[in-house]
């Protein structure tokens, strides 16, 4: 396993501003500090933000859990982020995502999709990470569905956990519990598969 770059410290190492946000958010709705907050720890004040705006984003929308959980696998998928991926597959799945397709995700294929508010999450978060743009017809279907507010919120997620990933890889965080990576790297593009056409909805 590789090491990580830098300390994360325990809780009885921490100072004590460190350990008063860490019992913070142990005692919070996230329950433990498994990702990149044991490096943001280093500075609390960005590990105190970073906290309380992922709280947000995963509890506090207008789009179900089940749909907030697979955007965030798609952008744990497209930068091959393993502990992200590793949380919150696991959490799709409890939300009520099939495993086969969480499963097809984390391989790279398209997932079985069919028409409706999973696909057209999945294709928003996609060409979201492809591109930096979603085409006007699939940001159309999210906005129709969702409105602005659940729009906007979607497009917060995938950026939150695009930091989030990045973070992770860069700072080498390691899977928790001495977990197997669950990811293959796949080419340039993360294994994003786009999806074939369907029907209507």
Sequence with gaps: MTAPRVPLPSPEAMSPVQRALYDRIVASPTRRMVGPQRANIHSPELAEAWWRLGDMLRSRTVLPTMLIELAIIVVGRRWTSQVEFHVHSAAAIHAGLDRAVVEAIRQGAPPPLGP?????VYEFARQA??????????????????GERGTVELTAVIGFYTMVSIALNLHRIPLPDGATPPLASIGREGGLAPLPPSGPA
């Design 116 to 120: 409706g508010q999973e696909r057209e």
């Design 129 to 146: 990470q492809m591109s930096g743009q979603v085409d006007d017809a699939v940001y159309a279907a999210v906005l129709a569905r969702w």
